[in-house]
């Protein structure tokens, strides 16, 4: 072999193995929020489709994040995000009651505007995203149970539907504030029984069909009045008063 070979072979920089490309992706979607503390990632059939490899290959991604602390496997159930994140800048975590009741006040104005302009911007991809969620709420309905990671998957999803990535910025940096308010109102609604989960989910698919219909009035209306019911149910109507 020539000189000139010898260099070009050195020079040559390989590509990194399928597995090492899947690795990075999900990564990446773990550390930007994408997939949430506790969250469930997609089964391995959906992964493998969308990255388009085999499951053998995505197997080795898995174990690398598995190794790393990123993921836990639970046997049964699947692969679940094991990071916690700090809570983002400005957004100091939930401590009191009053502080519940400011989140509900804050999703009330940022929610509201994101559902009216997921009616106009929305598109299929994200219509079946909102419909994945709607399927596993629904099954937890069915099962007398309430999901908070697919309830705030729905709700992201509109986020996303807005095309306006400060929204959908937004909700992921306060997920786990919203997931306080979701955990305890998903005990009182289990605590009332079938028919007050069954209402719930009517305000979910209610929501989606505004969507869906392009109806921007209602889509705000629908949402607001499904945020405005569930701080109901978990304060009673007893608002404090947070004047200063």
Do not use: W
Request: aromatic share 6%; net charge negative; hydrophobic share 40%.
């Amino acid at each position: 072999m020539d000189q000139q070979n010898v260099d070009n072979t050195s020079a040559r920089t390989p590509r990194p193995p399928l597995s090492e490309k899947v690795y990075t992706a999900l990564k990446n979607r773990i550390t930007r929020g994408d997939y949430g503390a506790n969250e469930k990632l997609p089964a391995e059939k959906d992964l493998s489709g969308q990255f388009g490899v085999s499951r053998p290959v995505l197997r080795v991604a898995l174990e690398q994040l598995r190794e790393e602390g990123l993921i836990v496997s639970r046997q049964g159930a699947g692969n679940f995000v094991r990071v916690k994140r700090e809570p983002a800048l400005g957004y100091t975590p939930v401590e009191t009651i009053a502080d519940i009741q400011r989140c509900y006040e804050f999703r009330l104005t940022v929610e509201v505007d994101a559902a009216g302009l997921a009616a106009q911007r929305r598109n299929a991809e994200v219509l079946d995203e909102m419909d994945r969620a709607l399927d596993l709420l629904s099954d937890a309905t069915g099962s007398r149970l309430h999901r908070e990671d697919a309830d705030f998957a729905f709700h992201l999803a509109i986020a996303r539907a807005s095309n306006n990535q400060y929204y959908a910025e937004t909700l992921k940096a306060l997920r786990d504030h919203i997931y306080v308010g979701m955990k305890m109102h998903g005990d009182a609604l289990m605590s009332d029984g079938a028919a007050a989960l069954e209402h719930v989910l009517g305000e979910h698919r209610d929501i989606y069909e505004a969507i869906k219909d392009r109806d921007t009035e209602r889509a705000r209306s629908v949402m607001r009045g499904h945020i405005i019911h569930s701080r109901e149910r978990l304060f009673g109507g007893g608002m404090l008063d947070l004047s200063m």
